[in-house]
């Protein structure tokens, strides 16, 4: 499965429909990000089942500047809607591998009941 383009007005419904969704935010100019991209795209190869999407952050400066990001490479994994995952800096493909085997194994029920516990005691 190649990786998909999100933009500012796609990433939400790509985030909200698909159950495992991993966004690699990246530029042209960028050296680490260019090294990353081919170990991205295996990945997507590898794991079907997961959406794996790219973030021109030169193209998508507005949605870039509202996710904070502020380094690239940077990598999110989404679970359920659920931001799980938040890295900069490009990873090798044995930890891009452990990101995801760690994602599909997350108990999200456990998830949802600490960010609930957090919101009470916020």
Same mark, same amino acid.
């Given at each position: 499965?190649?990786t998909?383009?999100?933009?500012?007005?796609? #990433?939400?419904?790509?985030?909200? !429909?698909?159950?495992?969704?991993? #966004?690699? +935010? &990246?530029?042209? &100019?960028?050296?680490?990000?260019? $090294? +990353?991209? *081919?170990? +991205?795209?295996?990945?997507? %190869?590898n794991? *079907?089942d997961?959406?794996? /999407?790219?973030? !021109?952050? %030169?193209? %998508? @400066?507005?949605?870039?500047?509202?996710? @904070?990001? +502020?380094? #690239? *490479?940077?990598?999110?994994?989404? $679970?359920?809607? #659920?931001?799980?995952?938040?890295?900069?800096?490009a990873?090798?493909a044995p /930890?891009l %591998? @452990?990101?995801?085997?760690?994602?599909?194994?997350? !108990?999200?029920?456990?998830? $949802?009941?600490?960010i /609930?516990?957090?919101?009470?005691?916020?």
């Amino acid at each position: 499965m190649a990786t998909t383009e999100l933009t500012g007005s796609t #990433i939400g419904t790509t985030i909200k !429909d698909n159950g495992i969704v991993l #966004i690699d +935010f &990246w530029a042209e &100019w960028c050296g680490p990000c260019k $090294r +990353f991209g *081919p170990v +991205f795209e295996e990945s997507s %190869e590898n794991h *079907p089942d997961v959406v794996h /999407a790219k973030v !021109d952050t %030169e193209a %998508e @400066q507005e949605l870039a500047t509202e996710l @904070q990001i +502020f380094s #690239i *490479p940077t990598l999110m994994a989404f $679970r359920d809607g #659920i931001l799980v995952f938040n890295q900069a800096g490009a990873l090798p493909a044995p /930890a891009l %591998e @452990q990101v995801v085997e760690a994602v599909k194994a997350l !108990d999200m029920d456990e998830v $949802r009941e600490k960010i /609930a516990a957090q919101a009470t005691t916020a």
